[in-house]
């Protein structure tokens, strides 16, 4: 009983303490509802360039840029050639250092120009198992082998066995008012056996194929000359351009004349 009376005493005070609450709920109020908006962080924002518009002016043109890699092809090549010369060197260096023995291959590739006049030589480059051995190239207005006619492209050591010699001419039209303004490109690869212990003579001919009926562009040709010695034969014959004789298995390279006007 008189726990019944302490329940029925705290309720009274309860009520009396809160009579704001009661009468908020018999009124029809609108109880108040707390929530929560997410946030968004703020977009970051973008750091202004560094060099701003500086690097626009030094925006280097498609033109310049062929430029640039034309020149740095050309010293490439350049080093590779001299690369390939200073071990021609060494080798023959060895050779005689060693009492120049009977060992070994050797070959001579000599280039020879038979085109007429209505086709000047303005460039020439030559390679041997795709390493550059020879680049020449005429000045303005100028041209390769008018006089000599012919150019020694390589005479020392080789490997034995097969190789692969590559050959670039290119010719500009002279002579005839027609010709002026084209100019015509040759690109041939031959490849060839030395023995062990042989020596190689290959004469390269750039001639015109064809008659006076022949289209101009498909005129320009080369065709390959060898002739297999011996080692002794080859020291004899010396420097000699004579060596390659008349004599010799003959192979049509692959003429292919373009023309560019």
Do not use: W
């Not at 309720?11 to 908006?37: H, I, K, R, S």
């Not at 209505?118 to 190239?137: E, N």
Request: with cysteine.
């Amino acid at each position: 009983m008189r726990c019944r009376f302490l329940g029925i005493s705290m309720g009274l005070a309860t009520m009396a303490l809160a009579p704001g609450a009661f009468a908020q709920t018999d009124a029809g109020a609108p109880l108040a509802v707390l929530t929560t908006t997410p946030t968004t962080p703020p977009a970051p924002v973008a750091a202004p360039s560094a060099g701003g518009d500086a690097g626009a002016d030094e925006v280097v043109t498609g033109e310049r840029y062929q430029v640039r890699l034309r020149d740095l092809e050309a010293r490439i090549n350049e080093l590779k050639e001299e690369i390939f010369r200073s071990k021609a060197r060494l080798s023959l260096l060895a050779e005689s250092v060693l009492g120049n023995s009977v060992g070994g291959s050797r070959a001579r590739i000599t280039h020879q120009n038979e085109m007429g006049s209505t086709y000047r030589l303005v460039s020439l480059v030559y390679s041997l198992d795709a390493a550059p051995i020879v680049t020449r190239r005429a000045a303005e207005e100028e041209a390769l082998l008018v006089d000599e006619r012919t150019l020694q492209v390589f005479n020392g050591q080789i490997g034995s066995g097969d190789h692969t010699l590559g050959v670039n001419l290119e010719y500009v039209g002279a002579g005839l008012p027609y010709m002026k303004g084209y100019r015509f490109t040759v690109r041939s690869t031959q490849s060839f056996t030395v023995p062990e212990g042989k020596a190689i003579d290959i004469r390269v001919v750039g001639f015109e194929k064809g008659g006076p009926l022949e289209a101009p562009e498909n005129r320009p040709a080369v065709r390959y000359v060898q002739r297999v010695m011996s080692l002794r034969e080859a020291s004899e014959n010396g420097e000699s351009n004579d060596a390659a004789g008349a004599t010799g298995a003959t192979a049509e390279g692959a003429a292919g004349g373009n023309s560019n006007p």
